[in-house]
């Protein structure tokens, strides 16, 4: 493992850009030892399986919370 790879884990700064399967977007993965910024994203079982279907690699944070699960517009207050 490279040390820029161990970087990595600690800080998001130290990782080389990825490219959004779903939209082709440069980003870069907010995945460290304490998480990932798409833990923060709700999305149903159904969702998470039908976009590991549709998708090999990792959705950049806009394509995600396209597919987010967000309250009906009845329900909210």
């Known amino acids: 493992m490279k040390w820029q790879d161990v970087a990595g884990l600690l800080s998001p700064t130290w990782r080389a ?5 779903a939209c082709g977007e440069s980003f870069v ?3 460290t ?3 990932c910024w798409c833990g923060e994203i709700k999305l149903s079982a159904e969702t ?5 279907q549709q998708y090999q690699r990792c959705l950049c ?10 309250p009906a517009p009845d329900s909210l207050p």
Not at 17 to 21: R, Y
Not at 61 to 70: P, T
């Open 29 to 31: 993965c907010g995945a």
């Open 48 to 52: 998470r399986a039908e976009l590991r």
């Open 17 to 21: 850009a990825s490219q959004c399967e």
């Open 33 to 35: 030892l304490t998480g």
């Open 61 to 70: 944070r806009a394509c995600l919370e396209k597919h987010a699960d967000h």
